[in-house]
Structures are given as C-alpha cells and as structure tokens.
C-alpha cells in the first residue's frame, strides 16, 4: 500500500522513503565537459619545496635515463655515455671555432647509429648543408664536392657512398635560412617529433644557432 503526502509527488512505502523517480537522461543530449585538472606551472613547480627524500628519487629517476651517445667518444666519457633524455646541451665557441661542425657531426653519428634526429638549422639552407655532410662524412673538402663535375672518379666513388649513407639516416632537417618566430619553430618542431616520416620517434633535437634565433 501507499499514500501521498505533503502534495510533492511523494510516496511512503513499507520498509521505507521512496523519492521521486529521477528523471531519465536524453541520449541526444551531449555529456558534460569532464572535470579539467588545472595546468601545473612550470615557474611554481620549480620553486616549490624538496625534501632530501624527493631529491634523492629525482636524481635516481634521472641516473637510469637512456642517454644517446654523440658517437664523440671522449665528449661521451666526459658526459657518462651521451646525452640523457630530457637534458639540454649548449655548445658554446666563438666565431669560427667549430661549433656548427661539431654539432653536424653530432647529427651525423646519431644518424649513422640509427638513432632518429631533428635538426634544425636556421642559418643554412639545404643545399649547403648536404653539402657540408657529404664532406664530413666523404672526407672531401666541401668546396670540391660543391665542384662535383671537376672531381676525381675517387672523389666521386666516395661522395656517392657518403650520399647513400645519408639517404638511410633517420634524419629530418628544419632549415628555412633563416630564424623564423620561435612559435612557428617550435610547431614545425612538434610537427617534426610527432611525424610518422622517420622509422621511431626522434629522441634527439639539435639545433644551430641559438644566437641567430635571439637576435
């Protein structure tokens, strides 16, 4: 049996209070917005405060990264076997004293070793830059490989294998000649990283020149 009472819809049953039936939902009606958790802000993470316990879990979380050798044997011994993931390394010089040579032959170890890289070059255009890494990796100075008509037939024999080492590298190169705005760097960047083109997920960025992009 039931009743009703106090001209709201509401019924009294034996064994206890029944309200009124909730309403349906409409499937045609789109779900609510899930429940956002705020963005951390970088600037305020840092500054919070570590126990040495936390400490201590960060730098054995950050001891067992895999580190990507720079195939630079003693640079690798000096800085424990490569560069670790999430690191960043600058390479500073002044002018003329390598540091654009150093950080190709960089991109090219990681490419010969089969390690997928980004490169980013804003003061070179393609052309001189294969260029550059045919020399690099032909032992032939750049200025006779830009002259390939004129070169020997040894010269040739081994620009065309450097060649084909580049073509299996898994290498992408950013290289616009010139230092776009740093947003529309870092999408092509992103763009880069999340491509599909390469055979894995690059796990190295290496980029020439900071100094042009400050400027």
Known sequence: AHMSGGGRGQL?????YLGPKPATPDPRQPSPPPDRQP?????TDRLRPLTQADMLAAWATASERVRVPTGIEPLD???GGG???GETMVVLGGTGVGKSEFVRQVVLNCGRAGTPVVHVD????PHRIIERSISQLAMVPASRVRQSKLASEADKDVMA???????AMPVLSICPGGAPPLD???AAIVAAVESTTLPGKPSVVVMDSIQRLAE
């Not at 963005?39 to 600037?43: A, L, Q, W, Y």
């Not at 804003?122 to 255009?125: H, K, M, Q």
């Not at 294998?161 to 073509?167: F, G, I, P, Y």
């Open 122 to 125: 804003v003061e070179l255009g």
């Open 161 to 167: 294998k450097a060649s084909a080492t580049l073509t």
């Open 12 to 16: 009294l049953r034996r064994g206890g």
């Open 77 to 79: 011994a000096v800085i």
């Open 83 to 85: 560069v670790g993931a």
């Open 184 to 186: 529309q760097l870092e």
């Open 39 to 43: 963005t951390p802000d970088p600037v």
